[in-house]
């Protein structure tokens, strides 16, 4: 079974800055795939940034990004230029391909709530 | 493009009632969607896979006869919560699979909006 663990319940900057939310996770599979996710108030989840194991190359959103380290089981967010409309909760989530045997749907760290301050 | 719509965007119900829920990908076919259920301030966990045209997945823990899934086409699966009880009180959210090829690639999953369920 996967395991995703968002370490931060909750961080807050001011407008403008830069914010790395950090996400580790356990798996023995060798292929899977991990996303962010935002949740703002209206509970709407909204796909931020899909990273595919196999790929070296960070992906990358406009002002969003990822730092995924396969070896350490890392897969932070860098959200640069930060907005008030970035204030949401932000989860974290692993799943395996579709096919891979098992169940594949998502599994979700706890979540980071970010607060954007004017 | 990848809406994935839900319906009743809020329902209350008497305890011993039964409620179901509508999941509906409005611009591609799903052949698999899910089923998370949400506490408050908590994590989505997953409740079932639904599989077009085949008996839905559950996870540990969901009992099967109390959330009955039907996936009847290749755009609307159902959840219906038989014989509510106020512990079922939560809110639900469904996802659609996008297929190969579509919008940020295979396997990305879309979800619509959500189901508070309350039961009194």
């Known amino acids: 079974a996967q395991t995703v663990t968002q370490s931060q319940p909750e961080m807050s900057v001011q407008e403008a800055e830069t914010v790395t939310l950090s996400c580790t996770y356990d798996t023995s599979e060798s292929n899977y795939y991990l996303f962010w996710y935002k949740q703002p108030p209206s509970r709407q989840m909204i796909l931020v940034i899909r990273q595919e194991a196999y790929k070296q190359q960070n992906a990358t959103e406009n002002r969003f990004s990822v730092n995924f380290q396969k070896a350490a089981k890392s897969f932070s967010l860098k959200i640069s230029d930060s907005q008030l409309g970035d204030t949401a909760m932000y989860f974290c989530a692993f799943m395996k391909p579709a096919g891979g045997g098992g169940a594949d749907g998502l599994t979700f760290g706890k979540g980071t709530h970010l607060i954007i301050q004017p | 493009g990848a809406v994935v719509s839900q319906h009743p965007s809020r329902v209350i119900c008497k305890s011993g009632t039964s409620v179901k829920i509508e999941c509906r990908s409005l611009d591609f076919q799903a052949t698999t969607m899910f089923w998370y259920r949400q506490f408050p301030k908590k994590s989505l966990m997953l409740m079932a896979t639904s599989n077009e045209g085949s008996k839905a997945t559950y996870e540990q823990g969901v009992e099967k006869d109390k959330f009955l899934i039907n996936h009847a086409s290749l755009t609307l699966s159902t959840l219906t919560v038989t014989s509510a009880h106020p512990e079922d009180s939560s809110f639900y959210i469904c996802?659609?699979?996008?297929?190969?090829?579509?919008?940020?690639?295979?396997?990305?999953?879309?979800f619509g909006p959500g189901t508070r369920l309350t039961v009194l």
């Open positions: 996802s659609a699979r996008a297929p190969a090829g579509v919008y940020l690639g295979t396997d990305t999953q879309y």
